[in-house]
Structures are given as structure tokens and as C-alpha cells.
T-cell receptor, first 113, second 108 residues
Framework: EAQVTQNPRYLITVTGKKLTVTCSQN?????MSWYRQDPGLGLRQIYY???????DKGDVPEGYKVSRKEKRNFPLILESPSPNQTSLYFC????????????FGPGTRLTVT | RKEVEQDPGPFNVPEGATVAFNCTYS??????FFWYRQDCRKEPKLLMS???SGNEDGRFTAQLNRASQYISLLIRDSKLSDSATYLC?????????FGKGTRLHILP
């Protein structure tokens, strides 16, 4: 089954404790991206990757890191999480082309206390 | 002007009615247009692409007006299961921009 998986789905952590949210897709998509979704602010792009070893900042990259060592994986790293990073995070992937059909993962609900 | 704007709603519509909402975009170089649907606390899913000629998928019709820079979504004979948030998505060179969404509640 074609899918994007994220882990963990729910995470409660404390300020400053490094964490990684994993994202994996099995569709051989070149493009992968991370979004955060907050009430009233909609989906905002954090980082994206057009292919292996190619990553770029989105609209809200501060406080986040990513890597794309393999085509299928695109982990999101929070080196020192802060309460303002409490949010719902989505990973998405697609083929690169004019008709982008983004497949989203199920989301990770992160709470930083 | 925001890159992609949508009326946040909520639109409260009786079951069986027709509802339409628009989305405006500011970048005239925008290339592709989509409507996504998002149920509460779930991931967005592609509803339909939007073409200049307009396209229809069952009860759903999407249209693009490049001159006025807006896209629209029309839902006919609305069902309770249509209750969701509808996100407008616009792509420009090297960019995918999401609207904040329009909430739709279908009332029994």
C-alpha cells in the first residue's frame, strides 16, 4: 500500500530535549516536505527536499533541521525544542512535476512543556 | 495581499444544498491549482486538481479563472460526509502554497 508514515504519532517532551520525528514513504517520490499546522495559521512549510541530499528552507525553518540521505526518509530534527514548537506536524511527498499530488503522513502531535 | 486567501467560514449548510467557495491567489505566475480536503485532526488529502477548462468529479466542480486569479469549488447535493475543511493549494515555481482553509459544516 502506497503510504507516508510518521513516527511517533504523539509526543510530549520537555524544553531542550532533542527529538527526531521520522518520515518515510514507499512511493519512490523525489519531493518530500515538512509542515506544521497551528490554529488560525494553516499549514506552514518548514523544510522541503527535491531529492537525495538536496534540502531547502520553507517559510518557518527556525529551530528545525532535516536530512535526506535516502530517497524514502526525511527526518525532522528539533535540536532544542521550545514550547512554541508545540504543533501538529505533517510530512508529505510527491513526484516532481507540474501536477503535484502531495501525499501526507498521518501527522505527529508534539507538545513541548 | 496574502499569497492564497480563503474565507475561513464556517459555512453551515443544510444537507442536500449546493455550496460554493472561492480562493484567490496573488502570484500571476502560479502554475497548478488544487483542492484538498482535511478532516478534523487528520492529514489533508487531494480532492481534485483544477484546470482552466473547469473539471467535474461527481458532485464536485472546480474552476479556475486566471484573469481574476481565483479558483472555486462547487459541491452539489451536499452530504453530511462533506463536512470538512477545504484547502486551496497553488503552486508557483519551486513553491507550494496552502490556503488556511474553509470550514464546511453540513447540517442534517
Amino acid at each position: 500500500e502506497a503510504q507516508v508514515t510518521q513516527n511517533p504519532r504523539y509526543l510530549i517532551t520537555v524544553t531542550g530535549k532533542k527529538l527526531t520525528v521520522t518520515c518515510s514513504q514507499n512511493m519512490n517520490h523525489e519531493y518530500m516536505s515538512w509542515y506544521r499546522q497551528d490554529p488560525g495559521l494553516g499549514l506552514r512549510q518548514i523544510y522541503y527536499s527535491m531529492n537525495v541530499e538536496v534540502t531547502d528552507k520553507g517559510d518557518v525553518p527556525e529551530g528545525y533541521k532535516v536530512s535526506r540521505k535516502e530517497k524514502r526518509n526525511f527526518p525532522l530534527i528539533l535540536e532544542s525544542p521550545s514550547p512554541n514548537q508545540t504543533s501538529l506536524y505533517f510530512c508529505a511527498s510527491s513526484f516532481v512535476g507540474s501536477g503535484i499530488n502531495l501525499y501526507f503522513g498521518p501527522g505527529t502531535r508534539l507538545t513541548v512543556t | 495581499r496574502k499569497e492564497v486567501e480563503q474565507d475561513p467560514g464556517p459555512f453551515n449548510v443544510p444537507e442536500g444544498a449546493t455550496v460554493a467557495f472561492n480562493c484567490t491567489y496573488s502570484n500571476s505566475a502560479s502554475q497548478s491549482f488544487f483542492w484538498y480536503r482535511q478532516d478534523c485532526r487528520k492529514e489533508p488529502k487531494l480532492l481534485m486538481s483544477v484546470y482552466s477548462s473547469g473539471n467535474e468529479d461527481g458532485r464536485f466542480t472546480a474552476q479556475l479563472n486566471r484573469a481574476s486569479q481565483y479558483i472555486s469549488l462547487l459541491i452539489r447535493d451536499s452530504k453530511l460526509s462533506d463536512s470538512a475543511t477545504y484547502l486551496c493549494v497553488v503552486t508557483a515555481p519551486a513553491k507550494i502554497i496552502f490556503g488556511k482553509g474553509t470550514r464546511l459544516h453540513i447540517l442534517p
